[in-house]
């Protein structure tokens, strides 16, 4: 047995730093099937040989069979909760009281994003995972150990020296922005139930009884705190953080400790900045005095401790009414239904759209025009409207809501309309014959990631449109001063600017032009990966399903959309006279490329102040690199702006050069 022993203690270890790569560094090593057939044989070796199963295997991760109920554990320490501060003067007060006890003049913080998900304590006995349990009232909660091992970044047994014998973790579970709204349109898409928000998504994937289902919830814990501890932890609130660190648990990047509160005041403006560019929700800021000692001199009041608060964000969810349902058609002809509000300031901004995506939505919430309504906004998604409110007693009963009819014909073109098998969006299929479809082409095709027209907005594009002077994208190609000048607002020098503007735009590149022409699920990404791979656009026209899935990035149904469009013979003939009109690209050269940075690979991370993450990039590939979005061993260089986290760290442990900002401006200067 002693070869299978060494082959499961080979596959432990591959299947740990595959995972570790694709979990926490968003860098895969390997491909997915790889990755699935070690998983396989793990599960097959330990289910011949049942002894040499262990509790922190990684065949763990994949779930196991459901629950018919969650048990209850009590806490061995109650988990408490937070006093929140809403105001700047209120922290003031909880700094006064906090040095008034402590008899003090300042006392050091350490602030911590207040992450919006779900607490847990996760118990390690002698550094092995054996329990996870919900918050719950505080005295109990729910053991959801099979949930939570699924989690990927939460170590199964912690790594290191001087693990103490019972260490209890405390810290939030969290769906990232990101996952969320894929699970969401994914769930959107297939006319399945939609998650409110992401703390309902997080709470709701722990609370599943099957944990299967809950190992394909991209679920993330960050620990923040310690419970029962028997064993040697240091004497400061940030030291713990990080030797919980050093054993491999996450704790949040962001953890920063300072002197004072008016610091902290500083810390909560400058992460209140950064809200939005945050990869998950955060409803505050903690602020938790960082000496031990001193925590436990000041103690408890109740249910929260006298040595930390919750400095609230502005709220992500209000509560508002819908006044009205337009219609509006995309570039692809989908039918979006918008709800114009009641203006409501909801995390920071003054709302008064938000979408309700399709018919389908409209159905599920159950919305009638005069309903209150929360709105949600967060990030840069579009606000949405989570839920309705039962009609209250507040006057709203005498206006009387009435439904939402979806239009039977295109509102723009009065076009049929059309809903494709397994569907849930409603289409116009006039194509460019529709109005808004056209308009919607076109300023795509414009816009700054595809040919970079500048000064062609949309509202000139709708003018344009609307007066008949352009109708399909190379029309743009044949405006002159005259049919410019029957503009409103249009003068000389600004049409001479535009058609300058239009002029250089033919000047573009194979990656931009694939972008600009609006095939559906083609993203700046894709494109790029088709014209790397087929090198010219002929290629890319003759090629069939097949080879076109060859292209990394490239599934069956972006094959669908890219074939749809190259053997429609309206668009062939648009290609061709754009091509004829006299838009150019360099020619791409193969692989084996030239220019100073050939045979390089290089990775652009975190926020650069003179130019965006793409522009880096394609500067960088101009002289001859080739940029990824991961970091592996290929890589030959990263380039670190403000905020890069897990690449970074990569990098750093690949030992991979990494240059911040400044160092790249001066190669991209010096070659
Ligand atoms: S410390 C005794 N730190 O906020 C102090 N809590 O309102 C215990 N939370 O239930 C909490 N981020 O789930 C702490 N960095 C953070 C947090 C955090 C989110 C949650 C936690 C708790 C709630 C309290």
């Not at 507040?394 to 979806?406: E, K, P």
């Not at 290629?539 to 094959?559: N, S, Y």
Request: glycine letters at 8%; one cysteine or more; hydrophobic letters at 40%.
């Amino acid at each position: 047995m002693t070869a299978e022993v060494e082959e499961i203690a080979a596959l432990r270890d591959r299947l740990q730093t595959w995972s570790a790569a694709y979990f926490e560094q968003d860098s895969p090593l390997v491909p997915d099937a790889d990755y699935d057939a070690a998983m396989r044989r793990l599960e097959e070796l330990e289910a011949r040989y049942p002894k040499l199963r262990t509790s922190d295997s990684p065949t763990q991760r994949v779930g196991s069979t459901p629950l018919n109920a969650f048990d209850t554990v009590a806490h061995r320490m109650p988990m408490l909760s937070l006093d929140n501060a809403f105001s700047g003067e209120e922290l003031v007060d909880f700094d006064r009281r906090v040095l008034d006890r402590l008899g003090q003049s300042a006392t050091d913080y350490c602030c911590e994003p207040k992450l919006d998900g779900v607490a847990v304590s996760l118990i390690y006995r002698h550094g092995v995972l054996v329990q996870a349990a919900t918050r719950g009232d505080g005295a109990s909660g729910e053991d959801v150990t099979a949930n939570v091992k699924t989690i990927r970044n939460v170590p199964l047994s912690l790594q290191g020296t001087q693990v103490p014998s019972y260490l209890e973790v405390r810290g939030e579970v969290v769906i990232p922005r990101a996952g969320f709204e894929k699970l969401n349109a994914r769930a959107r898409a297939g006319g399945q139930k939609v998650f409110v928000n992401p703390r309902n998504a997080a709470a709701g994937s722990l609370r599943q009884l099957d944990s299967r289902i809950t190992s394909k919830r991209p679920l993330v814990f960050t620990a923040y705190a310690v419970g029962v501890v028997e064993g040697d932890l240091p004497d400061f609130h940030d030291a713990t953080l990080h030797q919980l660190h050093d054993w491999g648990l996450p704790i949040s990047e962001h953890m920063k400790t300072v002197t004072g509160i008016h610091a902290c005041e500083s810390y909560y403006e400058s992460l209140a900045k950064r809200r939005d560019d945050l990869p998950f929700d955060i409803d505050g800021i903690v602020f938790k005095v960082n000496g031990l000692a001193e925590q436990q001199r000041l103690g408890f009041v109740s249910r929260a401790p006298r040595w930390a608060i919750a400095r609230k964000f502005p709220a992500q969810e209000v509560t508002t009414r819908l006044l009205d349902v337009d219609f509006q058609v995309g570039r692809t002809g989908a039918i979006t239904p918008v709800a114009r509000l009641e203006p409501v300031f909801v995390a920071g901004v003054t709302v008064s759209n938000a979408t309700l995506h399709n018919a389908d939505e409209i159905h599920r919430l159950g919305v009638r025009i005069g309903d209150s309504v929360i709105v949600r906004r967060a990030g840069d998604v579009i606000p949405q409207i989570v839920s309705v409110l039962p009609d209250s007693d507040s006057g709203a009963a005498q206006r009387v809501a009435h439904d939402i009819i979806f239009p039977s014909r295109c509102p723009d073109c009065g076009g049929p309309l059309e809903r494709e098998d397994g569907e849930a969006v409603i289409r116009c299929v006039g194509g460019m014959t529709c109005r808004a479809q056209s308009k919607g082409v076109i300023k795509h095709f414009a816009s700054r990631k595809a040919m970079d027209i500048d000064g062609l907005g949309d509202k000139l594009i709708d003018q344009l449109v609307d007066e008949g002077l352009v109708g399909s994208l190379e029309e743009l190609f044949h405006l002159n001063q005259q049919s410019l000048s029957s503009l409103d607002r249009m003068g000389v020098k600004s049409s001479a600017n535009l058609l300058r503007a239009i002029e250089q735009a033919k000047d573009t590149t194979l990656p931009r032009f694939i972008y600009a022409l609006g095939i559906r699920e083609v993203g700046e990404a894709t494109a790029r990966a088709l014209a790397e791979h087929f090198l010219t656009l002929e290629a890319i026209l003759r090629a069939d399903g097949e080879i076109l899935e060859g292209v990394d990035d490239v599934g069956p149904v972006v094959a669908q959309h890219i074939l749809r469009f190259t053997a429609d013979k309206g668009n062939c003939g648009v290609l061709e006279k754009l091509l004829d009109a006299g838009v150019r690209w360099p020619e791409i050269s193969a692989a084996s490329g030239d220019g100073p940075l050939a045979g390089t690979t290089w990775v652009v991370t975190g926020k650069l102040d003179s130019m965006g993450r793409s522009d880096a990039e394609a500067r960088l590939r101009a002289l001859g690199a080739k940029t990824a979005n991961s970091v592996s061993s290929q890589t030959t260089s990263v380039v670190a702006g403000v905020g890069a986290g897990s690449k970074r760290k990569k990098a750093e442990a690949l030992g991979i050069a990494i240059l911040d900002e400044t160092a790249l401006l001066e190669l991209l200067e010096e070659t």
